[in-house]
């Protein structure tokens, strides 16, 4: 979404309302100021021994980001040494963003975060998910809650900037430490990172993009492009910046038109964003300049999502399979089915069940006390806006899935089932590709 919706005041009241309420709330440093001596004493006795047995908990030596499988217990059931001297209450929040601009937070990230966190040993009151609804102010108060519920790890998927940074601000002040889930907030000195090598996720669709104009014999390619959520996004811009590098041989959010591309003799004709990675407004910007550039043959779009406005705009103008390329990443079922009828190149696969069990690991890790090994921690993710800008990641590589590979990926984890995949792709196409 973007911020002049709501503008920058309404973020700013809703941060300053949340801290006042934090002021307000009744917080632990309160209770014990009221607490007789001797239970104060026995308290930081408890305190002391849980200390102790944080630090004798050792994290495992062989704990990196290739050790997430789909078998979750079997890697995060290894974490249950650091969880055990964990307090009572809530621990750990998570706030997850939305409902609409991808079914992943509901159908595969809330499950498999609670999976995740339930194996390493944490009990339903110790961790706690709650999901935005797409509403700035809602994940502000939720980060708030849980923050004065005693949470000392958030794990955030920031909606847009300002928000992320206003409960980066929030948790910084209150000493609870951040994890950025998927989308990273670039604000406080406790603030790390979780997600997908997005640069990677660009090239991935680069690539794809350029093997399919040859596949597909695309002559004279004019190329369309069709960003993320630039606008509240800095994952959309890494995304852009992988692609075009590949496709223009520009590493950059932008790339003027005309400028011509790395394969088949391709040729920029134009390219705009969909605001917060609204498919709808998307289609409607693809469409308009669609009718006004009738030459473009060739299209990158950011996102699944963004992929199916598009064919759908071009289905209706009657274009047939494998004549216009198409791209996107998160590997949908409807994105599967447009691989499998010509409509799509590929699709970025990002194992979700990975990056849930990534930021779990990491927080079980740093509630503990502990530091990440570097396997775990693996690189540094820089603000686009701002290079001189870093902080601490940890990156999982993706995968880009063609009709090729699709059944011993999506299929074979049960990311998308075959039949959610053949029910709209039809039970030919689906045979011809193995998809069973």
Do not use: H
Not at 177 to 206: C, M, P, Q, W
Not at 231 to 254: C, R
Request: aromatic share 6%; charged share 15%; hydrophobic share 40%.
């Amino acid at each position: 979404m973007q911020l002049g919706k709501r503008g920058l005041g309404v973020i700013a009241l809703a941060a300053g309302t949340a801290l006042i309420a934090a002021g307000c709330s009744s917080s632990s440093s309160t209770s014990s100021a009221s607490t007789p001596a001797s239970t104060a004493a026995s308290s930081a006795a408890s305190s002391a021994a849980s200390s102790a047995a944080s630090s004798a908990a050792a994290v495992p030596s062989n704990l990196s980001v290739d050790s997430f499988s789909v078998d979750i217990a079997s890697t995060m059931s290894q974490l249950k040494g650091l969880t055990g001297s964990a307090g009572s209450g809530l621990q750990i929040g998570v706030v997850l963003p939305d409902t609409t601009s991808s079914t992943r937070w509901v159908d595969f990230d809330q499950p498999y975060l609670t999976t995740a966190f339930t194996a390493a040993g944490l009990s339903s009151s110790q961790f706690k998910i709650d999901n935005a609804q797409g509403s700035d102010a809602t994940e502000l108060s939720d980060a708030q809650a849980d923050i004065s519920a005693g949470a000392k790890v958030l794990v955030v998927c920031p909606l847009d900037g300002p928000t992320g940074v206003a409960i980066a601000k929030l948790a910084e002040q209150k000493g609870v430490t951040l994890i950025a889930y998927d989308r990273a907030i670039f604000e406080g000195s406790k603030t790390y990172y979780v997600s997908f090598n997005n640069e990677k996720v660009g090239e991935l669709i680069g690539n794809g993009f350029n093997q399919c104009l040859t596949s597909w014999g695309i002559k004279n390619p004019q190329v369309y492009v069709l960003n993320g959520g630039e606008d509240t996004d800095p994952n959309a811009i890494s995304f852009a910046t992988g692609y075009n590098k590949v496709v223009f041989n520009t590493p950059a959010k932008t790339v003027a038109a005309g400028t011509k591309g790395t394969a088949d003799g391709a040729t920029l004709v134009a390219e705009n964003f969909a605001p917060g990675w609204d498919n709808t407004k998307g289609g409607t910007i693809f469409q308009q300049a669609y009718t006004a550039n009738p030459k473009i043959n060739a299209t990158i779009e950011a996102n699944d999502g963004l992929a199916n406005a598009v064919i759908t705009d071009l289905k209706t103008a009657g274009v047939k399979p494998k004549t216009v390329p198409t791209t996107g990443q998160d590997a949908t079922a409807q994105g599967m089915a447009w691989i499998l009828e010509g409509y799509q190149c590929g699709s970025v696969y990002k194992a979700v069940y990975k990056e849930a069990q990534d930021a779990a690991a990491m927080a079980v890790i740093l509630l503990a006390g502990q530091t990440p090994p570097a396997s775990l921690l693996n690189s540094t993710t820089v603000d686009p806006a701002n290079s001189s800008i870093t902080e601490p990641a940890s990156l999982i590589t993706p995968e880009w899935v063609t009709a090729a590979n699709m059944e011993s990926t999506v299929v074979a984890d049960k990311f998308d089932t075959a039949s959610a995949i053949c029910t709209i792709a039809g039970a030919s196409a689906c045979a011809t590709a193995g998809i069973k």
